[in-house]
């Protein structure tokens, strides 16, 4: 960046403000809120964020279910500007119990890896996993709720 600074005396009185405000500058950015203040992810999920285990054999077609509609998961993720209940459901036996889901998550790889990018992209959806330390490679599928209401299942145990 290149700042011109007149080299005529009465005219100083002009630079020198521009010149204190460029160079305090860089510190703006830490005048912003962060994600660790008291309330910061409820305020932009919206909603309290839960979390929950259970085990593949509870719900096994629900999980395939969602899993083959990850396409059209991510377009709504997308949409979505409110969320009234964020759920995360680990899933801790699907190396050892999830064959069946397994298949189906290596066949609708291209469906989640769009839905894992929805998700990247949505700063409801993104800061719910990241309040809970989920990673976005983790995430297997969503469900939409009639209520508004959405469920993340997530490869792996609760942190």
Do not use: W
């Amino acid at each position: 960046m290149t700042i011109f600074i007149s080299t005529r005396p009465d005219r100083i009185h002009l630079v020198a403000p521009v010149a204190l405000l460029l160079a305090c500058a860089p510190d703006i950015a830490l005048l912003a809120q962060g994600l660790d203040a008291e309330g910061a992810i409820e305020t932009i999920v919206g909603s309290q964020v839960e979390t929950a285990e259970e085990a593949i054999a509870t719900d096994e077609k629900r999980i395939i279910a969602a899993i083959e509609n990850s396409s059209a998961n991510a377009a709504e993720v997308r949409k979505r500007f409110t969320v009234d209940n964020v759920r995360i459901v680990f899933l801790p036996d699907l190396e050892e119990k999830g064959a069946a889901v397994k298949a189906k998550i290596e066949e609708a790889g291209s469906g989640i890896a769009a839905l894992r990018e929805a998700i990247q992209g949505s700063a409801i959806f993104y800061h719910a996993i990241d309040s809970r330390s989920v990673l976005l490679d983790d995430i297997i599928a969503v469900e939409f709720g009639e209520k508004n209401d959405v469920t993340i299942l997530v490869a792996g145990r609760e942190p």
